[in-house]
């Protein structure tokens, strides 16, 4: 990997040509999860649109993978030309207030290209993400490297909450990005309709940001083109009608999302089990019939 990581990205992306076929066809990647999910997520689209979604999703996927690693080897004045960062105004403001900010975004395009933000703007100067600790000793090494690469903090899952009040209380603001669209592990979820389903997530990020003094900012994003992404910080407003609703902040994130996610479908990451697991528990149903019927699942959801 270090040693294709040298490599020009116009070579690596032939090599993400050859990895699709191989992926898509021969070793066939959660083909059937990834179809299931679209057709579950956009009910009104065709067999043949949704297979043009799915390939193309494929093609997307082999291109994040030869972009994360390229973090290894990759030159401040060619992130600087493929990644294109508006909206720091919003930030900086919000730093200069005070206050500590909470960058939400989902599993779209390269996500490890997205610390890229944390040099764009002037302040806050401290810049965090969190992560899951991997069981692999050399990959979490590995991971811990490509994501360090623009100096930002690593703050492992379980000590989020610990680093962040310690953050507080030092009084420099900083800015943490949270994936926020990653499935429930924990007991506190809260279930909102998204993409056509009921979804989990959990609301930590909002729950801390209530105890830190943080405002909670998305980050919308596009891909204008192969290995080219435009990043914009979007300030989250909340209905009226939704504010009595449990964590609006946070559902207000998915509704985000889901506009991000319709203006391009194919670079969300669709392989992840995200609604299906959810149902595993039912005991009426045999393990068997739970792991492989996902057309009984896409009906209950779609007519709950």
Not at 31 to 47: A, G
Not at 143 to 169: G, Y
Not at 266 to 286: F, G, Q, V
Request: positive net charge; contains cysteine.
């Amino acid at each position: 990997m270090r040693l294709l990581a040298g490599l020009p990205l116009s070579v690596l992306y032939v090599l993400s040509d050859i990895a699709y076929p191989i992926v898509y066809y021969i070793i066939r990647y959660r083909r059937r999860l990834v179809r299931e999910n679209l057709r579950c997520s956009f009910p009104e689209k065709s067999e043949k649109e949704i297979l043009r979604i799915e390939k193309a999703f494929y093609r997307n996927l082999c291109d994040v993978f030869i972009e994360a690693f390229k973090c290894l080897n990759i030159s401040d004045a060619e992130m600087r030309r493929r990644v294109e960062v508006l909206n720091c105004e919003l930030p900086e403001r919000i730093a200069s207030e005070g206050k500590n900010i909470f960058m939400l975004l989902g599993h779209c395009g390269c996500w490890e290209w997205y610390q890229e933000v944390c040099v764009r703007y002037k302040q806050p100067k401290k810049g965090a993400e969190i992560y899951k600790q991997i069981k692999s000793e050399y990959f979490s090494s590995l991971m811990h490297e490509i994501r360090s690469r623009w100096n930002t903090e690593q703050i492992e899952m379980k000590q989020t909450v610990r680093t962040m009040l310690k953050w507080h209380s030092e009084g420099e603001p900083f800015l943490c990005g949270f994936i926020q669209d990653q499935s429930p592990s924990t007991k506190t979820k809260v279930a909102i309709q998204f993409l056509n389903q009921t979804t989990y997530f959990a609301p930590g990020a909002e729950e801390i940001a209530q105890k830190v003094n943080a405002e909670l900012v998305y980050l919308d994003v596009e891909k204008t083109g192969r290995g080219h992404y435009r990043l914009t910080f979007r300030e989250m407003v909340v209905a009226e009608e939704e504010k009595n609703r449990p964590f609006p902040l946070s559902a207000h994130f998915f509704h985000m999302l889901e506009k991000t996610i319709h203006r391009q479908p194919d670079i969300w990451l669709w392989s992840h089990n995200r609604w299906w697991k959810w149902e595993l528990s039912r005991p009426a149903m045999n393990k068997k019939r739970r792991l492989l019927d996902f057309s009984w699942f896409c009906h209950k959801k779609s007519n709950p």
